[in-house]
Nanobody, 124 residues
Framework: QVQLVESGGGLVQAGGSLRLSCAASGRTFSRYYMGWFRQAPGKEREFVAAIGYSGGSTYYADSVKGRFTISRDNAKNTVYLQMNSLKPEDAAVYYC?????????????????WGQGTQVTVSS
């Protein structure tokens, strides 16, 4: 069982930056692929980024590639999402998720545990 708690959301102007954090409980954090997803009002939850066990492998949605960076600190049981050059279309509730099976996934149904989400608002 893994419990995930996101933080770091807020209101930012277009072009600005935010850093989201996701703290995980448990002693097996390093055995999970971690992902970030987002969901805007009226839209489906969509993949943003994922990271492998050690942080050496990262994966991004095309819409955020080059602007967002996912990282993890297994000693702190935390995964991060650094978001730069934010656009109004990045506004959403951002969720972190943990996947117990090997390999990344772009599909939300393949993740086993979810946080409660953190709101990101981008003003134009």
């Amino acid at each position: 069982q893994v419990q995930l708690v996101e933080s770091g959301g807020g209101l930012v102007q277009a072009g600005g930056s935010l850093r989201l954090s996701c703290a995980a409980s448990g002693r097996t954090f390093s055995r999970y692929y971690m992902g970030w997803f987002r969901q805007a009002p009226g839209k489906e939850r969509e993949f943003v980024a994922a990271i492998g066990y050690s942080g050496g492998s990262t994966y991004y949605a095309d819409s955020v590639k080059g602007r967002f960076t996912i990282s993890r600190d297994n000693a702190k049981n935390t995964v991060y999402l650094q978001m730069n050059s934010l656009k109004p279309e990045d506004a959403a509730v951002y969720y972190c998720a943990a996947r117990s099976r090997y390999g990344p996934s772009y599909y939300s149904y393949e993740y086993d545990y979810w946080g409660q989400g953190t709101q990101v608002t981008v003003s134009s």
